[in-house]
């Protein structure tokens, strides 16, 4: 029953997401969409110059933070939607949680691809990871990626 949208650009996946977030109960915010963009999109390759020494970034829009913003009663009553939020961090989890309590999400889910990486993160079947309300202080553990989703849904699921 889900249905795909698919996009190409964070600026396509912002207007995707508040375009149907009206229509559900909660988001679960795991994309790793990159803070910043180029300021001038060109339609083509730039040619080599060694002219060129600067790119200029701009920030892309906090799509996460807009969710939680814009949140309604929904179809879940008076809770109202939910959002979870994740937070890569590789000098600590409690970044991590503060920063998606600020940001308003109900769930955060921190990790550390970093932490091992002979054990678990990027390319392996374990991470590093803490899931709970936003604010609090983490404590991560080793868990198989699979058994992080299971408790994303079932702790979504509790809210």
């Given at each position: 029953g889900a249905k795909i949208v698919r996009v190409r650009t964070s600026l396509e996946m912002h207007e995707a997401a508040l375009a149907h977030w009206p229509s559900h109960d909660a988001a679960i915010c795991a994309a790793a969409v990159a803070d910043f963009r180029p300021a001038q999109r060109e339609s083509g390759k730039i040619a080599a110059s060694r002219e060129m020494r600067t790119l200029e970034l701009v920030?892309?829009?906090d799509i996460l933070g807009e969710l939680c913003g814009s949140r309604h009663a929904g179809r879940l009553g008076e809770g109202g939607q939910k959002v979870v939020g994740f937070a890569l961090e590789t000098t600590g989890l409690e970044r991590?949680?503060?920063k998606l309590s600020k940001k308003g999400a109900d769930l955060a889910v921190c990790n550390d691809p970093l932490a091992d990486p002979?054990?678990?993160g990027f390319g392996k079947d374990r991470t590093w990871a803490w899931i709970g309300p936003a604010g609090q202080n983490p404590s991560g553990e080793w868990m198989p990626k699979s058994e992080l989703a299971r408790r994303i849904l079932s702790s979504l699921e509790a809210l």
């Open positions: 920030p892309n829009p991590g949680s503060q002979t054990t678990g």
